[in-house]
């Protein structure tokens, strides 16, 4: 079972393209026609609107194209940066739940090492809240319950607790380890894991459908791996037998209606699976990001991108809200969670 045999429709795009591609539509309104701000991605975005080229047009009128996050109805746009020492920058109408904004530091009292690492946070599935996990093992539980930690003691030596799914139900989370473990608390049931196989990448992303039936685990090397009801559309390897990506892959994000996925490479190009279509990439606008990307995740009708010196990409139809991009970030980014619902 290398990269699972069930591959057909196997629509591979390698999107060498894009940031957020801007709607032409909107050239001919001004500003006060349109009569509030405009972000890069919005329909009323065009680049005429946007003098100094910071995704933001319009920029002297009110911010009322963005509505307040409603966590009972899921609306709203915004997204959270957490950097490797716990430090978390969040964005738009995301809000900190619990946390002092501060780094954790050894990452808490409960943490297995003092020189543990964040790689993940992800969110509830109300916005309310988030998970963190770190690579001694630790989940750090804000505004959701903690359903408990890795005992690193039943781990190999050299594997880490790598990326982590919530349920949809808030009420357990899998954690994932670099060799592909599958670890479950709470109501999170196992349905799979690559243990029995010797991977060509270490497992560096997951996600779980959302109905909790099934999931994703990603090697760096573009490597696919479905469980349950996750369905298998292709990956890196199979398209690219034998070559050896310069750029690993570092972020994985299921289409809306499940027939496909999309990929990151560390330099923002991206590989399209199923009915995954074309949203943008970077290199195809010529941008080469500073610092690598190191996560993707679904925001909207598309995706959003993360650069581990906090720069934002987004290729979807929802506001850009900030970045820090450009900023002396005192620890790199590794990993973004967006609110749900956006």
Not at 97 to 117: C, F, I, K, Y
Not at 153 to 171: F, I, N, R, V
Not at 289 to 313: E, K, T
Request: hydrophobic letters at 40%.
């Amino acid at each position: 079972m290398r990269h699972r045999a069930k591959v057909l429709l196997v629509s591979v795009v390698v999107l060498v393209a894009s940031v957020v591609v801007p709607a032409t539509g909107a050239a001919a309104a001004t500003c006060a026609e349109i009569g509030h701000k405009v972000f890069v991605g919005d329909s009323d975005y065009a680049p005429n609107l946007d003098a100094d080229g910071d995704g933001v047009g319009c920029e002297s009128f009110p911010d009322t194209s963005r509505p307040t996050y409603d966590s009972t109805t899921g609306t709203g746009a915004g997204y959270w940066m957490i950097d490797e020492i716990g430090r978390l920058y969040p964005f738009g109408d995301a809000q900190r739940s619990g946390d002092p904004g501060e780094p954790l530091g050894s990452l808490g009292p409960d943490a297995n090492s003092a020189t543990a690492r964040v790689v993940k946070v992800v969110s509830s599935s109300d916005g309310s809240g988030y998970w963190v996990l770190d690579d001694s093992g630790t989940v750090h539980a804000y505004g959701v319950p903690q359903l408990g930690s890795v005992d690193m003691a039943t781990l190999d030596a050299d594997e880490k607790p790598s990326t982590m799914s919530p349920t949809p139900g808030d009420d357990g989370y899998w954690v994932f380890t670099s060799k592909g473990r599958v670890l479950t608390f709470g109501t999170a049931t196992p349905m799979g894991d690559l243990t029995a196989f010797t991977l060509d990448g270490p497992i560096i992303d997951s996600v779980a459908l959302p109905d909790g039936s099934g999931y994703y685990m990603l090697g760096s090397d573009g490597g696919v791996f479905a469980f349950g009801n996750a369905k298998f559309w292709g990956s890196v390897p199979q398209v690219l037998p034998g070559v050896m990506l310069d750029c690993p892959v570092g972020g994985i994000v299921p289409t809306s209606t499940l027939q496909g996925y999309w990929m990151v490479a560390c330099d923002g190009g991206v590989f399209a699976f199923g009915d995954a279509g074309f949203r943008g990439s970077l290199p195809g606008l010529g941008v080469t990001p500073v610092q690598p990307v190191v996560g993707m995740v679904r925001n909207g009708s598309g995706y959003l991108m993360v650069a581990s010196d906090g720069g934002i990409f987004n290729f979807s139809d929802q506001p850009f809200v900030g970045s820090l991009g450009g900023l002396q970030v005192p620890s790199p980014i590794v990993s973004v969670a967006v609110l749900p619902g956006a």
